[in-house]
């Protein structure tokens, strides 16, 4: 305990203060996070959106199914972003616009994480890379995610 730090050696422990403070900061910021990313109603944009086939054929619609959770682990630590689903039964394939707003397409790190993982990742071997972030940022990665 970072109080019982003081009495037991006579001063603060700086470095578990700050390790308490920025872990406490971190997992409120996460939570602010969360719910200004859900503020949107998962990015609804109606029931019918139009699709982009990649074929280069259009006229047909993508067309709004539910709301999808996704996990996503930021540089504030894991929230979770619910967003629109839609399905457009011509070209068999679901879309959620939001992914694309917040750059999470098919990815489940948010790209302020990705950019430290991809950081670390170039100067450090992938099994020390996890560490560095760990001990960095007090989030915990995948060593393969790296």
Request: glycine content about 12%.
């Amino acid at each position: 305990m970072v109080s019982g730090d003081k009495n037991a050696k006579g001063h603060i422990d700086l470095e578990a203060t700050e390790t308490y403070i920025r872990d406490s900061m971190r997992r409120l910021g996460s939570i602010f996070l969360e719910k200004l990313l859900n503020s949107d109603n998962g990015g609804f944009q109606g029931k019918t959106i139009p699709c982009k086939n990649k074929k280069g054929q259009g006229g047909h619609k993508y067309k709004y199914k539910d709301l999808r959770e996704k996990g996503l682990l930021t540089v504030l630590g894991p929230v979770t972003v619910k967003r629109a689903y839609y399905y457009d039964k011509y070209c068999k394939e679901g879309y959620c616009p939001k992914d694309k707003a917040l750059d999470i397409m098919e990815t489940s790190f948010s790209p302020g994480m990705r950019r430290i993982m991809g950081r670390i990742g170039a100067l450090r071997p992938f099994g020390l890379g996890y560490e560095d972030i760990k001990e960095m940022t007090g989030i915990e990665v995948n060593t393969k995610e790296i």
